[in-house]
């Protein structure tokens, strides 16, 4: 180590243009002469200054030296004039403090090239982490974690066991990515047995020349990420375990937030499917929490390229809309005759009710103004407010579509149901005043999709 | 793209070059920028063209790109064949 510190010492001395300057004016004073770094050879700490006159000419020998420690020496040879004690004397000066210079710049490479690798690995971390913070999605979460664990750790497959909720813990949900075989599965189910059940039992990891398994750990074990076959037929070591703990440790916490979100949307979906069924008892309803309107909706959407956190608010505003209706007597709901003004304008109260019935519940916020609106009309001529065009949130326009054409397939008190396609024929002829142009034509497309044709047929 | 088209441009030179000494390095734009001396626009546009030719891949987020090196097997052996016996400071 010592020798090739000494070595590079060296070299980037005789490089430095300093020293070349400085051999110039020696020259320009005494003449041309020959100049060489040479390394130390044995210990000799002593080594003086000297000073030699030949046949060649003039020249001298100084020791590169700093403290204690000696480098090697800088000889020049074949000045025509003798070299002075003055001149030697400002060329130690100089020396020395060239010297120091490129120690300094020795230990600034040193720190660079041990800090630059460090950096870069904290930032591989960082951006790790933000990439699997992301998404709440446990489907999209499980696949961007085991590709970039294969990215860190430079392993041709990588698999992850979660393991199934309960006390039995006898079933793992296994996602891979191959990126040989340009792979992918996910939420596969196999048996939680052998070395993957002593790592769940024990907290241990796994470490052999072609395969690594860390447990996953919060708490109690969760599950298990594995690597298989590092890229350069390179056997997997302590140091890849130490990286993959590392990686685990960030994996636990997305996984986890996205698990308890996964449980907290149970929750929700569960509650507002429990209150729209009890909207269902009452008369006149169009079973608004049905299959068919909650498909129709989320397809129409999908279809405008609305982002995961929007379709799901979509599907809460599906179930609750009418939420309001809860509100109106049951007279005016059942009634068979044309509604009176007064029983229509208590009809058109029942956004508002809705809104008062959903605003305490804070999950539901962002459903409010899908279920206030969405009885306005495109042109302007609908109600609580009148609103127009894209003033109306694109959740309630979309609503409007579904809701009327439901509406028209449902047996009504007053009417029969219209078959799909006279429905179709209605929105068509309302598109432009009563509702959305661009969503009358997203709808129909929709309703073209066989699947959902069968639906209609199934109603 | 072959060696000398990906190297072609300086750009795309010192990102490879970086990702070749540093092949476990997930970053993004801005990480590149610090560890390669590019600035942005030349690093983005680099980026994205060695993405278009399968040396880098994207993981794509809301709030972000993390840009990782996944060159097919025969090019990740060219590159770092070619920076062995280049060994030129870039």
Known sequence: MKDKYTEEFLRRLSANINLKKQEQVFESMLGPATWQIQPVKGESKDKPVERFSNESGHGFSMPLKQGNQLYGAIIALGFK???????????????????????????????YDTIRPRAIALSTIHTVHRLISSTLDLDELMPRIARLCLQVMRAEVCDIFLIEPGKKKKFVFQTSVNVNK??????????????????????????????????????????IIGIRNKMGDKPFNEFDKEILTTF????????????????????????????????????NSIQTHS???????????????????ELRVLKYASLLHDAGKVMIPDEILKKQKRLTGEEF?????????????????????????????????????????????????????IMSVVDAFVAMVSKQPYRECLNCDESLFEIKKYSGTQFDPEIVDIFCRVIAKSNIKSLLKAK | MKIKELIKSDARKKV?????????????????????????ASAIKALEELVKAGI???????????????????????IKKYFQAHSQKV
């Open chain 1, 345 to 397: 304008r208590i009809i058109k109260k029942h956004p508002i009710k809705g809104v008062q019935i959903v605003k305490p519940i804070e999950v539901l916020k962002p459903v409010i103004p899908i279920i206030l609106y969405h009885h306005e009309r495109f042109d302007g001529t609908g109600y609580p407010k009148g609103l127009k065009g894209s003033q109306i949130p694109l959740g309630s326009r």
């Open chain 1, 248 to 283: 685990a440790e960030q994996a636990v916490i997305a996984i986890r937030n996205a698990q308890l979100y996964e449980e907290q949307e149970k929750l929700t979906i569960g509650s507002i499917k429990a209150l729209a069924a009890i909207l269902d008892t009452r008369p």
């Open chain 1, 81 to 111: 004039y003798p070299v002075t004690d003055e001149l030697m004397r400002l060329f130690a000066v100089f020396t020395e403090t060239l010297m120091r210079e490129v120690q300094k710049e020795m230990e600034l490479t040193k720190l």
């Open chain 2, 56 to 78: 880098l891949i994207p993981h794509r987020v809301s709030s972000t790109v993390g840009y990782a090196y996944a060159p097919p097997k025969k090019i990740a052996r060219d």
């Open chain 2, 16 to 40: 490879v070059h970086f990702f070749n000494a540093n092949p476990s390095s997930i970053d993004t734009l801005k990480g590149i920028t610090t560890w390669t001396g590019l600035d942005s």
């Open chain 1, 291 to 309: 299959a068919m309107f909650v498909k129709l909706v989320v397809e129409v959407a999908k279809e405008l390229n609305v982002t995961a956190q």
């Open chain 1, 182 to 223: 340009d792979s992918q599965k996910h939420k596969v189910k196999v048996k939680l047995n052998g070395i993957l059940a002593h790592i769940a039992k024990t907290g241990a990891s796994r470490l052999t020349p072609k395969r690594l398994l860390v447990p996953l750990i919060d708490e109690d074990v969760i599950g």
